[in-house]
């Protein structure tokens, strides 16, 4: 299959270029002017043709399905969702080629390769490689996540020292009212739609941990003065410069940028265009940025509006002296950090630490948020589950009693087995980009310097190998007890990714997610609304998302 299907994206380039070579010949003996010109045209698509499969060239060695001129496999993707990395891997192996447009990625999908490019040759694949959307825009490329080399590894060590469990430790108090008061918002009997309740929730306790603001998502609008969130009020007294209105168009251009990064065919023009085109996207994207209403045009006007947004909270708070910005949130730890060395002061310049609090509130919201959903949604669907749960929540102790970091860590083994399993039944990243610095070996095959490394999270979690019945939602498989669990290889289950670029709030959301759920449910449990669509629908960006959210019924606990 895959030998057929190389000869079939290859015969073009050759039709092509012998083609060319008779016109060539022709045209010397003749001269005649319709010669010329067809030995032009030919000699251009002959450009063009290169132009398209040069990147592939260099992976044709690597199984893989045929693709399409142009479009590569494009098609597959939108016929099968990300699904299609999983059939892929099942046809072709761990390891295999896939073709964005134009440009080839190889996906890698089994816990050995994964540990192979995510540790062993993390020296030679240290980068991530940046999609087309992201080139193009400041604020997402200088954040840690796209930051390359020796750059990467010093804004990683600052901000390593920034999520210290001790750290995480200190911000339960700052973050549990917030969950209380979002918890506050339910009604026994009433429908919600809780995906939107959480993605708010998750964004107003990240404006706390980022910048010390409460953005108010989850106010109670008919008694906002009597839930004033706690931490504000007390002990680190944030500054509330910034006014609730600018704070809403902040997450508003926010959650609006978030969407706008597709992955898939329903992105802007230009950027569709930068996947079959490259040298086609700049082009294309000034021109259409004079266009109003193109989506080129609204991605640009969202991003220099954030911008400014964020440079703006982010100069005030440099005039701020240090003991009035609060102690806690990120963007201050990070302030001071630079104010303590010259190094730093140079290595953190303000578009940097705009980029990187925007990152913390991107990153930390939709992935958390989705996580969130998701459990409640298959919890709901699962009464043994849930029993078991609300047992152990049950048991830790009063309603009011807030677990400590510690607690949540040991306390809590069932959570911890559900969460998991969550996390493997709806993977919120599928896939895992990383980028060749050299050449490079991996899974016995030599890729080019340049490669695009996808690993496969997702594939992964529904490896029956290594998750028996994969489409089974079951959280003992995650017992450590378990024979299912002791068997499994150690990288079966990267949802946060592995290796010195692991994801950095990895620890925080897991603290985070707890914290949600123990609350949640010591009040309530959820009931799938008649109103939702099943199966799920999912929408697949940088990170995935439902189509038409989680409905659910609330019901009160009588505890
Ligand atoms: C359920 C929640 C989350 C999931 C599933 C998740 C998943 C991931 C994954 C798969 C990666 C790529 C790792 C790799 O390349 O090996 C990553 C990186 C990253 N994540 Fe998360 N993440 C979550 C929450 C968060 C939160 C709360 C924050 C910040 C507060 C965050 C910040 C980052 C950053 C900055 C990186 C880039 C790290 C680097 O390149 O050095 N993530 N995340
Ligand atoms: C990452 O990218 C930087 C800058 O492009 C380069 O100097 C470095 O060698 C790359 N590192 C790896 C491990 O790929
Ligand atoms: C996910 O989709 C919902 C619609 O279901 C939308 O309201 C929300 O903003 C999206 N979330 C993110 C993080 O983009």
Not at 416 to 424: A, G, I, N
Not at 427 to 434: D, F, G, K
Request: aromatic share 8%.
């Amino acid at each position: 299959m895959s030998r057929a299907g190389k000869q079939v994206e290859w015969s073009g380039a050759e039709m092509i270029s012998s083609e060319m070579m008779g016109r060539l010949a022709e045209a010397l003996l003749s001269s005649s002017p319709s010669a010329i010109f067809f030995t032009v045209a030919a000699l251009a698509a002959g450009v063009v043709a290169a132009y398209l499969y040069a990147p592939a060239w260099g992976l044709r060695r690597l199984p893989g399905p045929a693709a399409y001129p142009l479009i590569g496999h494009l098609p597959l993707l939108s016929k099968h969702g990300p699904e299609v990395f999983s059939i892929l891997a099942e046809r072709y192996g761990p390891i295999y080629r896939f073709q964005m447009g134009r440009q080839p990625l190889v996906v890698v999908a089994s816990p050995e390769l994964c540990r192979e490019v995510g540790i062993k040759k993390f020296k030679s694949i240290g980068n991530r490689s940046i999609p087309s959307p992201v080139r193009c825009s400041t604020i997402h490329r200088k954040g840690l996540f796209f930051t390359k080399g020796s750059r990467w590894q010093s804004m990683r060590s600052v901000l390593t020292s920034i999520y210290q469990p001790s750290h995480l430790a200190s911000l339960i108090p700052d973050i549990q009212p917030y969950i209380k008061r979002a918890g506050g918002l339910l009604r026994h009997g009433e429908e919600i739609t809780f995906s939107d309740l959480s993605l708010k929730l998750f964004t107003d306790t990240i404006g706390q941990v980022a910048f010390g603001v409460d953005f108010g998502l989850t106010k109670d609008k008919d008694a906002a003065a009597a839930t004033v969130p706690p931490s504000s009020a007390s002990s680190s007294s944030p500054p509330q410069a910034h006014p609730p209105a600018a704070a809403a168009d902040f997450i508003q251009e926010h959650f609006y940028a978030t969407t706008q990064l597709k992955m898939d065919l329903s992105g802007s023009l230009s950027i569709i265009l930068g996947m079959l085109v490259p040298l086609l996207q700049e082009p294309a994207r000034r021109l259409l940025l004079c266009v109003p209403g193109s989506a080129d045009r609204r991605m640009e006007d969202t991003n220099m509006a954030l911008r400014r947004m964020l440079d703006g909270i982010v100069a005030e708070r440099t005039t701020q002296a240090e003991s009035d910005r609060g102690k806690k949130n990120f963007l201050s730890v990070l302030l001071n950090a630079k104010e303590s060395t010259e190094d730093l002061r140079k290595l953190l310049a303000p578009d940097y630490v705009s980029a990187l609090t925007y990152e913390h509130l991107l990153a930390g919201s939709a992935t958390t948020s989705f996580t969130m959903s998701s459990l409640v949604y298959l919890v709901a669907a699962h009464p043994e589950v849930e029993q078991r749960l609300l047992r152990e929540i049950d048991d830790f102790g009063h309603k009011d009693r807030v677990p400590s970091a510690e607690e949540l860590h040991n306390s809590f083994p069932y959570l911890e087995q559900v969460l998991k399993e969550t996390m493997r039944f709806f993977t919120v990243s599928p896939l895992i980009a990383r980028e060749a610095g050299e050449d490079v070996e991996v899974g016995g095959y030599v890729l080019p310097k340049g490669t695009w490394l996808w690993m496969a999270p997702g594939v992964l979690a529904k490896d029956p190998k290594q998750f028996p019945d994969p489409h089974v939602f079951r959280p003992e498989r995650f017992d450590p007890e378990s024979e299912e669990c002791k068997k499994r290889h150690p990288y079966a289950f990267i949802p946060f990714g592995l290796g010195p670029r692991v994801c950095i709030g990895q620890k925080f959301s897991v603290q985070q997610l707890k914290l949600v759920a123990i609350h949640l449910y010591r009040h309530y449990i959820f009931r799938h609304s008649s109103k939702m669509e099943t199966p799920l629908e999912f929408q697949f960006s940088i990170v995935v998302n439902f189509t038409h959210g989680v409905k659910l019924q609330v019901i009160e606990r009588n505890i």
